[in-house]
């Protein structure tokens, strides 16, 4: 069983910043993909970000690219998202995912990741 548990979010004003958390454990060993996502209301969830094992390879959705900066400790099973230049647009409950254990590449689409967790709340205020 592997749980995942986000911290960081909150109310912010456009244009400021927020740290998201995500931290892993249980059942869960290396190499594995970790990612966000995010869900506005009345929308689909969409993909965010996404790291492999080694923090070698990121890849972000356009519309982060530039403002958002995603990175993992595996020593502490913990990825971050660093959020920044935020806009109204980016309000919605945040996701972690993380992929099955022997997956070494970084990937955008849901299917790739059995474990998610409960989501926190980012809110950017105009």
């Known amino acids: 069983q592997v749980q995942l548990v986000e911290s960081g979010g909150g109310l912010v004003q456009a244009g400021g910043s927020l740290r998201l958390s995500c931290a892993a454990s249980?059942?869960?060993?290396?190499?594995?993909?970790m990612g966000w996502f995010r869900q506005a209301p009345g929308m689909g969830r969409e993909f965010v970000a996404t790291?492999?094992?080694?923090?070698?390879?990121?890849v972000y959705a356009d519309s982060m690219k530039g403002r958002f900066t995603i990175s993992r400790d595996n020593a502490k099973n913990t990825m971050f998202l660093q959020m920044n230049s935020l806009k109204p647009e980016d309000t919605a409950v945040y996701y972690c995912?993380?992929?099955?254990?022997?997956?070494?590449?970084?990937?955008?689409?849901?299917?790739?990741?059995?474990?998610w967790g409960q989501g926190t709340q980012v809110t950017v205020s105009s």
């Open positions: 249980g059942r869960i060993s290396g190499p594995y993909a």
């Open positions: 995912a993380a992929s099955n254990s022997c997956l070494t590449g970084a990937y955008s689409t849901e299917r790739q990741y059995p474990y």
């Open positions: 790291i492999n094992w080694s923090g070698s390879n990121t």
